[in-house]
């Protein structure tokens, strides 16, 4: 294979451990709404995700060592190393979310949809990376809901379930922010932090 190829099939690993996350994030709040039946598919999710990790890992090593790109290629090459990383994080909170069983706050269902637009501006700045920089509006509004939560939380306490998944729902956001911030790099090569 020639590099272009080895890049784009690359590419196409990184998108699909994008849907595996994405689909993970919607399904922990289906499982936070009372649906049991859905951790059994976000565990599956879970170990997809570590193998795709691995792999794209790899993949990354053997376009490295066998076409040494640079520039563009390069950025993107390590950048999806990190994107693999982080994406696989997102997906063992989502799992970690699922299995709590307590009663969740309304307020912090507020961030289901403003994630799920994450992820999807996220697929928007591969073709157009000014998208990117709306994550940052997003994610504000992911800790405006995680601190309302935490605040009912404090007149009211009544499990630490609930503490750790609104605490992992803000950090879901803030990794977002980082892949947006990472792939900004690998297109344009800029450092920008996304926050």
């Not at 790899?58 to 520039?71: E, G, K, T």
């Amino acid at each position: 294979m020639k590099v272009v190829e080895e890049l784009e099939s690359l590419k196409s690993e990184i998108l699909e451990m994008h849907k595996v996350a994405k689909e993970s994030v919607r399904l922990c709040f289906i499982a936070m709404r009372g649906r049991r039946d859905v951790v059994k598919e976000i565990s599956k999710l879970e170990e997809k995700s570590d193998k795709m990790e691995a792999d794209i890992h790899d993949h990354c090593a053997r376009i490295l060592i066998r076409f040494h790109p640079f520039a563009r290629d390069f950025r993107f090459t390590m950048s999806a190393i990190r994107m693999s990383s982080a994406y696989e994080r997102i997906v063992d909170l989502a799992q970690e979310i699922a299995i709590y069983e307590c009663k969740f706050r309304e307020k912090i269902f507020e961030a289901e949809s403003v994630l799920l637009k994450m992820f999807d501006l996220i697929l928007e700045g591969y073709s157009d990376s000014k998208k990117l920089f709306e994550l940052s509006k997003l994610d504000d509004l992911v800790d405006k809901a995680y601190i309302e939560a935490m605040e009912e939380i404090e007149s009211s306490f009544e499990s630490v379930d609930e503490i750790l998944a609104i605490r992992h729902i803000e950090r879901i956001g803030d990794i977002l922010c980082k892949i947006g911030a990472r792939l900004l790099y690998a297109i344009e090569g800029n450092w920008v932090w996304i926050k």
